[in-house]
């Protein structure tokens, strides 16, 4: 029989015994007796109903399904008596687990989702280590030579890919070109990760060949966004840089590659969006010869199956060894490799899982506070419990009717959070920075609806057990003889209840350690000096992309010279523009165009040389970042025709002349002669947490093909964004401008980490604060309350109010007292483990701890003064009389 | 009172797990409710086995779940009215074949412990 049909076969059932009970009544009547003694014959015959109905029913075997339902309506109805319990305790688990759910999802897809290739697993990215500068760079792109030899010899890898991040400018639909994310990679690449086209082929060996590879491949994306997915669209050629190239293939929906930078995490702001378009890398030039420089390239490998990662690192770093060995190298070589899913993750990965270790330290927290909460109800309830025990009951059947009105907050608490989540994921989505690895990717998904069963079960275990076994306690005989409803109980309960309180305020000072010191973490990046000042600029990116430029012997920079020259002097011009500049890489992007300065009078060898961020600037730059130049002045435009002076930043400064007197000195930097004519203080533009060395050169004698402008105005950027366009293309039509922000925006981009992290571990801690205040609170008032007659008798043998208050306070001392001292204790490991996500904050920062710990006390200081206020305030003669 | 201490001595309840078999038996007659059933069997051992209806109807109900007996609810033939039948299936009829068989043995090797003489001459 099926469960469903119990309905219908209990009331065949009741017809049954009522038919045959007629029955018997009527052979009891045919033996003479009274038709009243009848019935009553045929009843006691019958003997009790219920019972033969119950045992019936067990006969079915349906009854442990019978019995949770039961249980399940009548923890519904008691839910239902208390709205107001019930509300809370369902909006505390609903916020536990929805935050819990969202926060594994992020981590699902941003972490744990395997990439769309063949065993993600076994794709790596390595980099080479060049022992001269591996104090300053842990690890530098690879050489092509070196990729080529180690590629055909490395045992631990079964095939290796190089890559190159590029710039695409296609003009789509003729106007203005577009700029579209992509890379340059080896013919093999896509063959190596395991993918399929979807469309044409991919790329073949021949298509690397010198002047072969005018062909391309499209992501999904790319094909859906430029041609509308049109079918026909391989053979299609379009242009691209003024060049005819021919589409071959387009990837299939789910692949995306994530962004990786040939710099070890260089995970630049402005690479948010995913790779669109993928050309055949084509080796030349000086890549093809050198083998102790151009350092340019990013090589994707997959293991040999069973290969580990440190296992191909050893390899390729003996490798190289030999190699730099035999081949008389000047530099001292080996390898790195990391798993691509790490590499993408990077820094983003301990803070995801420090949010995740947060929020379940907050469902533990929930979980705690329902317990608490149960706890006091279950007490409540022990006379009903007593009288079912006296009733014959079964300890089983107690304990799950207990259990299941935790089972049922907890599972409509995960119905709500589910719900929450949904909505945080979107909220998330919002705010989130943009260069979230995979942040596009966030949904809802199966494994994580999976997980958020699993967390609401775990909360009901552990929100549950304790008051049911409380529930199993009541003694039938004590209770149901004590007069009062509340007759005192043991202290067992109370000692848990503690312990409960111990460990919630345990949990929240950690949670409340970690905050702090990641919020004071953040604010000190933003609020250090960093010797810019990003408010009121304008920064307007301009590609100079045609053909024009790409003159061979100097006259394509002249022209660019020229062109950008053109467009200062009209954006100067422009009213409401207080200066103008430009530079050659997009302010914090991170450490890049690294060179080493060398000095005619000073040479050192080679690992000693100091190196320094290259950044080829145009007259005004400082005034427009208002950057403090220290000493001498800035760049004139009197030496257009031959750049020969620098200006340096202090730190640069420092290295390079550590007498202290860089002014008029001298320099080697990208082989020529510079003399030093300023010094810049240490602004922070490639990184707010990074002061690195730069050198400023007159743009004039390497004009930037993507030109960075810089524009101090008290326009507003709405208004003032098309005009730059408008005049950028006046000068150069051909001129794509994909980024025009305001400079504050970016060096808001560049800490987004940072900043969502800190606001979401303050919502979680405010949470856990609440948490705790509510749990503090709920104990003392129930503790009070069911010690009125006490405080009664108190009073009326003359205790003073005071002395009242204090007992009360007391009680909390040791709960709250050993709750801090236990989460000072964790937060000693707890702030250990995230170490590496402080910036120059101490894991032991005095005011992190004494501030959450002072918190913590006022808060629970005030729950409880509460109840101890209306414990002082018993009139003894009302609680005398009510005994 | 159908219960008091004399007639507790006199009547014994039904052993346990021979009604599943008693009830198969009374069925091989032919189909009978519920209140059939249990008068039949008291009726037949002289009123000796007391048929409690607590045990009777559950266990109707659970040969009907191991599917021995079946039920229907049939207009009785000598009266207008309606009565929950039970009637021995194929399974039940084989059912009653093992259990009697058990029953024999069990009988028998009971006998044995108690009367060794007898089962020797």
């Known amino acids: 029989m099926k469960w469903w049909q119990i309905k219908k076969r209990d009331a065949d059932l009741e017809r049954e015994l009522r038919s045959d009970l007629e029955l018997e009544e009527e052979e009891q009547r045919d033996n003479g007796l009274s038709a009243e003694d009848a019935r009553y014959a045929a009843r006691r015959a019958f003997g009790n109903q219920t019972l033969i109905k119950e045992h019936t029913h067990e006969a079915w075997g349906w009854t442990p399904v019978e019995r949770l339902l039961q249980d399940a309506r009548y923890a519904f109805r008691q839910l239902l008596r208390t709205p107001g319990f019930t509300l809370v305790a369902l909006l505390i688990m609903a916020c536990g687990i929805g935050a819990s759910t969202a926060v594994f999802s992020i981590l699902d897809s941003v972490l744990l989702r395997p990439y769309a290739f063949r065993d993600p697993g076994q794709i790596v990215v390595w980099r080479e280590v060049l022992q001269e500068v591996a104090k300053e760079y842990p690890s530098v792109p690879d050489n092509y030579r070196h990729f080529v030899y180690l590629r055909s010899h490395a045992s631990t890898i079964q095939d290796a890919a190089l890559i190159q991040n590029a710039s695409f400018a296609i003009a789509a639909d003729g106007d203005h070109p577009r700029i579209e994310k992509g890379l340059n990679v080896s013919p093999n690449f896509f063959t190596m990760l395991g993918v399929t086209p979807m469309l044409g082929r991919f790329f073949l060996p021949e298509d690397a060949q010198p002047g072969r590879n005018n062909v391309i491949v499209l992501s999904w994306v790319a094909w859906q966004d430029l041609f509308h997915g049109d079918s026909g669209i391989v053979g299609r050629t379009l242009k691209m840089k003024g060049q005819p190239v021919t589409v071959i293939g387009v990837l299939p929906r789910d692949f995306e590659f994530p962004v990786v930078n040939e710099m070890r995490s260089g995970a630049s702001p402005d690479q948010t969006f995913p790779y669109e378009i993928f050309q055949p890398f084509v080796p030349q030039g000086d890549a093809l010869t050198s083998d102790d420089a151009e350092f340019a390239f990013l090589v994707i490998a997959r293991l040999k199956q069973g290969g580990t990662v440190p296992q191909a690192s050893t390899e390729l770093s003996s490798l190289l060894r030999a190699y730099s060995a035999t081949n008389h190298l000047t530099v001292h070589l080996s390898a790195v490799v990391e798993p691509l899913s790490q590499e993408v993750t990077g820094n983003i990965r301990k803070a995801l899982w420090l949010l995740f270790a947060a929020v379940l330290g907050l469902l533990l927290i929930a979980s705690v506070n329902l317990a608490s909460l149960q706890l006091a109800r279950a007490i409540a309830h022990e006379r009903d419990n007593a009288l079912r025990a006296a009733l014959g009951a079964g300890r089983t059947r107690i304990f799950q009717a207990a259990f299941m009105e935790s089972v049922i907050l907890c599972l409509t608490g995960a119905a709500l959070g589910i719900v929450f989540a949904v909505g945080g994921i979107r909220i998330f989505a919002a705010i989130a920075p943009e260069n979230l690895p995979r942040l596009h990717e966030i949904r809802m998904t199966w494994p994580v609806l999976l997980f958020s069963c699993g967390i609401s079960g775990v909360a009901a275990f552990l929100s549950g057990t304790l008051p049911a076994l409380q529930s199993l306690r009541s003694d039938p005989q004590y209770a149901l003889q004590s007069s009062s409803t509340r007759f005192s109980h043991g202290g067992h309960t109370s000692f848990v209840r503690r312990l409960l309180i111990t460990l919630e305020i345990a949990c929240t000072v950690v949670l409340l350690i970690v905050t702090g010191l990641v919020v004071r973490s953040f604010s000190r990046v933003l609020n250090q000096p960093h010797d810019f000042d990003p408010s009121r600029v304008i920064l307007a990116e301009a590609d100079l992309l045609s053909p024009r430029y790409d003159q061979p012997n100097g006259s394509g920079d002249s022209a660019r010279s020229e062109v950008i020259d053109r467009m200062l002097d009209k954006i100067r011009s422009t009213p409401g523009v207080g200066s103008a500049a430009i530079t050659s890489a997009m302010p914090l992007s991170g450490n890049n165009y690294v060179h080493s300065m060398y000095r005619p009078d000073h040479p050192l060898p080679e690992s000693e040389v100091p190196t320094a961020n290259l950044r080829n600037v145009s007259p005004g730059y400082f005034a427009t970042m208002q950057t403090r130049l220290i000493a001498g002045h800035d760049l004139t435009t009197s030496e257009r025709a031959n750049p020969q002076s620098a200006i340096v930043s202090q730190k640069a400064a420092q290295a390079a002349w550590p007498d202290g007197q860089a002014l008029g000195r001298k320099f080697k930097f990208e082989g020529r002669i510079y003399a030093v004519i300023g010094v810049a203080a240490d602004a922070r533009i490639a990184n707010l947490k990074e002061n690195i060395p730069v050198v400023y050169l007159p743009f004039w004698h390497d004009p930037p093909g993507a030109v960075f402008l810089l524009i101090r105005t008290s326009r507003g950027l709405d208004e003032f964004a098309p005009l730059i366009r408008r005049q950028v293309w006046d000068i150069d039509p051909e001129a794509a401008v994909p980024v025009i922000e305001m400079l504050d925006a970016q060096v808001g981009r560049s800490v987004a980490p940072e900043r969502l992290v800190s606001v979401v571990l303050s919502l979680f801690g405010v949470a856990a604060l609440v948490l705790a205040i509510l749990g503090v609170y709920g104990v003392l008032a129930y503790s009070v309350s069911l010690r009125t007659p006490e405080f009664g008798i108190r009073v009326a043998l003359g205790s003073s109010k005071l002395k009242l208050i204090r007992l009360v306070l007391l009680e909390t001392l040791m709960p709250v007292g050993g709750g801090i001292l236990l989460g000072l204790l964790a937060s000693l490991a707890a702030t250990r483990a995230i170490r590496s996500l402080l910036y120059e904050t101490s894991p032991a920062d005095p005011l992190s701890m004494v501030g959450s710990v002072g918190i913590l006390l006022v808060a629970t200081f005030m729950a409880a003064f509460l109840p101890a206020h209306r414990a002082s305030r018993i009139d003894p003669m009302k609680v005398l009389r009510a005994e | ?121």
Do not use: C
């Open chain 2, 1 to 121: 009172m159908p219960s008091t201490a004399t007639q507790k001595q006199q009547r014994i309840g039904v052993l346990q797990g021979t009604l599943d078999m008693l009830i198969l038996r009374t069925l091989l007659y032919g189909p009978a409710h519920g209140h059939q059933i249990g008068k039949h069997i008291q009726r037949t051992t002289n009123e000796f086995l007391q048929m409690q209806h607590g045990s009777l109807y559950p266990a109707l109900h659970r040969l009907e779940e191991r599917g021995w007996v079946s039920a229907k609810w049939e207009t009785a033939p000598d009266r207008n009215r309606e009565f929950k039948y039970y009637r021995l299936t194929d399974k039940g009829r084989k059912q009653l074949v093992v259990e009697e068989s058990q029953w024999k043995q069990m009988a028998e090797a009971v006998a044995r412990v108690m009367w060794p003489a007898a089962e020797e001459s």
